[in-house]
């Protein structure tokens, strides 16, 4: 199968969707309604910045509280569900539904039952009760829709390069892993005893693993000649500020334009087997 994904079925069923996740929400029967459209995205692929059902990882999602964050891997809960996970410390606030970024279209939204807080881990419930095996990849910017297959999932190993993908500023590849099973307390101040931690290094091309925004990135490793992806693990905080390089700018980190896009050469990240382990999650893969 090919790892470049141009155009998947079109949106479709958003009142019920919306209906869907706002009764389950509130547990009060409610009714969707939309103003008519300024123009006609049936026939445009979904891509980072605006993703569709089947939803796939490292898509730019406007968090509850409306600040951008990405969504992750693609798991089934104990009961078989389909959930987009993202980070904890992204889910407070608001309505507590997650959308598209650009669009506002409803992903999904928090389910109490399907979060971590050691983990900084939060299923995000789908009604389309679709998400794919696949992560959006390339710039942040990028609007093709590609994006590779998850084909499993791996330890972290000092030493080990991954890719982190966060959707605010893009993926970041030949970043290092330095040190494994370490604890943190993030910004949200809730601590997470397990995470690793990796750099950018002078392969890095922008020297840069991430910019704020980009928390819930999934990281992973490249396997069969990078086209597909090994799942290791979510951004769950940041490191070692830096001067960001030309070509992060606000033009081209997705939420540029709302404030000064913040470069970090570290990024620390759960490890994907620690999540699977204490949730009960299972990873969607190809």
Known sequence: ????????EARQGKSDEVKAVT??????????????????????PANRQHDAS??????ALRNPGGGICSGSF???????????MSARHCSKGGDGLWRTWEGGDVVGGNDAAEVSIPDDAQGIHLPSKQAGPYLYDGPATRRDGYAKPVVGWGH?????????????????CNVQVAKTDIGITGGDGSYRPVTDLAYATSLTPDGVAAVNGDSGGPVFA??????????????????????????LNKDTVLDGHIRTPWCLQGVYYVPIYQTLHDTGWTLVTL
């Open 156 to 172: 972290n190993n000092v030493g080990d390069y991954v890719c982190a993908d966060g959707a605010n500023s893009g993926v970041h």
């Open 222 to 247: 490249g396997v069969n000649n990078f086209t597909a992806d090994e799942a290791r693990g979510m951004i769950t905080a940041l490191d070692r500020t830096v001067t960001c390089p030309s070509s």
């Open 23 to 44: 009764s389950r929400l509130t547990g009060i029967n409610t009714v969707a309604t939309y103003k008519p459209a300024s123009e006609d995205l049936s026939a445009a």
């Open 74 to 84: 693609s798991v089934k809960n104990k009961d078989g569900g389909f959930l987009l």
């Open 1 to 8: 199968m090919t790892p470049q994904i141009l155009f998947r």
């Open 54 to 59: 089947p939803w796939f990882g490292g898509s």
